[in-house]
């Protein structure tokens, strides 16, 4: 049996450096946090062949003095003073004092500092962790290092090592982290000698987005600010039109940490559910603060995940922090939606039925003003008024208030935690071209033709007709030409006073029950929710055979359409998993089926309702994300016609 020895230092010096210098970005993120400790205003990353040829970091921070500068290269040497009860987290805040004699375990090392009063700096070159002297050198304020041939003593993991591009690309997104969690911090990052990021570091959130993420990512966020229960949540995400194709503009941040999290992901997607299109995804760049004892970061300083000790009020600051600001700023208007092919009159006359169940009672209280309206009289017997008051024995409407995390839309969480930042340049000209751009004083300002509708304090648009049967024009007293889709504003309309669900909905008692055949499994599903259809204004029981017999629907649906719609919520009520997911499906249905139709022929009474739905911003996009307007400037439109 061999005796036992005590491993000699420099071999245990490689063991342990596999730990904290795993690829070149890791050697880059320890020595750019070590910058940023020493008070750097401006970092300079420099890599070639993704780090495998050179890694190189400046700073302009507060240097070291050169009779310490051997000690700083040895384990656990620090400078950093810790208290006492930070001992607990030390693993966690990456302060070990294991980063520069890791490094210089496995690499060729030359560092180059002076502080600011110190007349001359001073040099030090090791390799494989042994220190030659340190001479003195002419330096600028500020730390340089410069790591040589990583892993030239350590062949296995030099074998492990990916392609050079999947390594500059690491770094990259590393940079891009680095640069976004620290705006106050100007940083440079420059690849094989091109300029890949430049930050202003002027302290702006704002500004280092712009700068690490692009200019058209920039310009689709908003500001947001929130949170409660301990956790403040802050930072920007896009409007709700401008969502993106995947989840990779997803950044999120806890206690200036990069991380990845679904259940952060999903609490910001909860927060557009509704107003974003199927198959987009919300981008942002958001900061979660809470007490460092709340979040327990994996003790591996290169993971990104971490847990949290109350997630539910993590779920919420976010998730509520979100839905505040979109319900406050809102969104702009790009494209029209695609024209719905459509009949060419609204069979019903009703549309003033699908307005909330009050201003219905009231109008019905005079009908002298209703017929000086000329608005037709409602179609059905409207049991409201004197038929048997079913809808007295209908439970009230449950709170839409969102589930639990748990209960919510589980696919969204089982999809993978989200793929991080790796597509640095996207769509950008090549770096060198690229103008460095300091601060944007306008993030979350307008884009032309895209313009937030916001709370009136204009004069009311004037309506200026209806073209294709779909689209009301209208004009503004600044000049402005707006479009409407006049199916998809009634739409969301009818969602949110839905959803809301102040009152029980009107009904219409069928003149002879309807038979409805839907199949066994379709029937006993309906039958099986007899209390939500009973909630949303049907009135059914079992026929036998597969059929429902349907007594009562809602006043504002087209009677004639029962079978139809009966079947759409079969379908809802089967995909929903859970009863949230079943009422919302159903919500959606009643909204589309309670709404005029494009093709259909509209009142200007109704037109000029929705109208003023939309000037006064309660209307932005129907709930399936498509926008309900679209703008168009004097500007932009003698841009057309060649006069401007
Ligand atoms: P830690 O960062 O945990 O203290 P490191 O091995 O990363 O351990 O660094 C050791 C020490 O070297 C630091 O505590 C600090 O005093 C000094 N040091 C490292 N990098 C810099 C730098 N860029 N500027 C000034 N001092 C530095
Ligand atoms: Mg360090």
């Not at 591009?165 to 420059?190: D, N, Y």
């Not at 690490?212 to 920007?236: E, N, Q, T, W």
């Not at 793929?419 to 944007?440: M, N, Q, S, T, Y």
Request: charged share 25%; proline share 9%.
């Amino acid at each position: 049996m061999p005796s036992i020895q005590q491993l000699p230092a420099h071999v245990a010096d490689r063991i342990a450096a596999g730990e904290v210098v795993e690829r070149p970005a890791s050697v880059v993120k320890e020595l750019v946090e070590n910058s940023i400790d020493a008070g750097a205003s401006a970092v300079a990353v420099e890599l070639r062949r993704g780090g495998m040829g050179l890694i190189r970091v400046t700073d302009n921070g507060c240097g070291i003095a050169p009779e310490e500068l051997p000690t700083a290269f040895l384990r656990h040497a620090t400078s950093k003073l810790r208290k006492p009860e930070d001992l607990g987290s030390i693993g966690t805040l990456g302060f070990r004092g294991e980063a520069l004699a890791a490094i210089s375990a496995v690499s060729r090392v030359e560092i180059r500092t002076r502080r600011r009063e110190d007349p001359m700096g001073a040099v030090l070159r090791l390799e494989g962790g042994a220190p030659g002297a340190v001479e003195e050198s002419g330096a600028p304020e500020g730390t340089a290092i410069l790591v040589r041939d990583l892993f030239f003593n350590t062949p296995a993991r030099l074998k492990f090592m990916k392609k050079d591009s999947a390594e500059t690309a690491a770094a990259a997104g590393l940079m891009q982290h680095l640069a976004l969690s620290h705006p106050e911090v100007s940083f440079k990052f420059i690849k094989d000698g091109a300029e890949a990021l430049h930050t202003p570091g002027d302290g702006r959130l704002d500004s280092a987005i712009y700068a690490a993420l692009g200019r058209d990512f920039a310009r689709s966020l908003i500001p947001v600010k929130g949170g409660g229960d301990g956790v403040a949540v802050s930072g920007f995400v896009t409007r709700p039109l401008q969502g993106r194709g995947s989840r990779g503009m997803q950044v999120f941040f806890v206690n200036g940490r990069f991380i990845k999290s679904q259940l952060l992901t999903a609490a910001l997607e909860e927060g557009y559910r509704n107003q974003i299109m199927k198959g987009r995804f919300p981008g942002c760049v958001l900061a979660v603060e809470m007490p460092a004892e709340a979040v327990d970061v994996n003790v591996h300083p290169a993971k990104t995940v971490v847990k949290f000790a109350r997630e539910k009020a993590v779920f919420d600051a976010v998730y509520y922090t979100v839905l505040d600001c979109l319900a406050e700023r809102g969104g702009p208007v790009p494209a029209p939606p695609p024209a719905e092919a459509g009949k060419t009159a609204n069979p019903r006359g009703d549309f003033f039925q699908s307005m909330d169940a009050r201003t219905y009672r009231e109008r019905e209280a005079k009908p002298a003003a209703r017929k000086a309206e000329g608005s037709p009289s409602p179609p059905a017997w409207n049991t409201e008024r004197g038929g048997p008051r079913l809808s007295d024995s209908v439970p009230p409407p449950k709170s839409w208030a969102p589930a639990p995390p748990e209960e919510r839309t589980p696919e969204r969480r089982e999809a993978g935690p989200p793929p991080g930042l790796g597509r640095p340049a996207e769509k950008r000209p090549p770096a060198r071209e690229r103008p460095f751009v300091p601060a944007i004083p306008q993030m979350g300002a307008e884009l032309p033709g895209q313009k937030t509708l916001e709370r009136p304090r204009e004069a009311p648009w004037r309506v200026a007709g209806e073209v294709l049967r779909t689209y009301i024009v209208c004009e503004s007293e600044d000049g402005c030409v707006f479009l409407i889709d006049k199916h998809a504003a009634h739409e969301r309309i009818n969602f949110d006073r839905m959803k809301a669900a102040l009152e029980p909905p009107m009904r219409q008692a069928l003149l002879t029950p309807a038979a409805v055949e839907l199949g066994r499994e379709d029937a006993s599903l309906l039958l099986e929710n007899l209390p939500l259809l009973e909630e949303f204004g049907f009135s059914c029981e079992d026929f036998g055979g597969g059929s429902v017999l349907v007594r009562e629907v809602p006043a504002d649906m087209d009677a004639a359409d029962v079978t139809a719609v009966l079947e759409e919520i079969a379908g809802k009520l089967r995909s929903g998993r859970s009863a949230e997911e079943r009422r919302e499906g159903l919500l959606h249905t009643m909204a589309c089926k309670a709404a005029i139709k494009g093709g259909w022929k509209s009142s200007p009474e109704e037109l000029r309702a929705l109208v003023e739905k939309v000037q006064s911003g309660e209307v932005k996009y129907c709930p399936h994300g498509r926008p309900v307007a679209v703008r168009l400037t004097k500007y932009e439109l003698e841009k057309m016609f060649k006069r401007a």
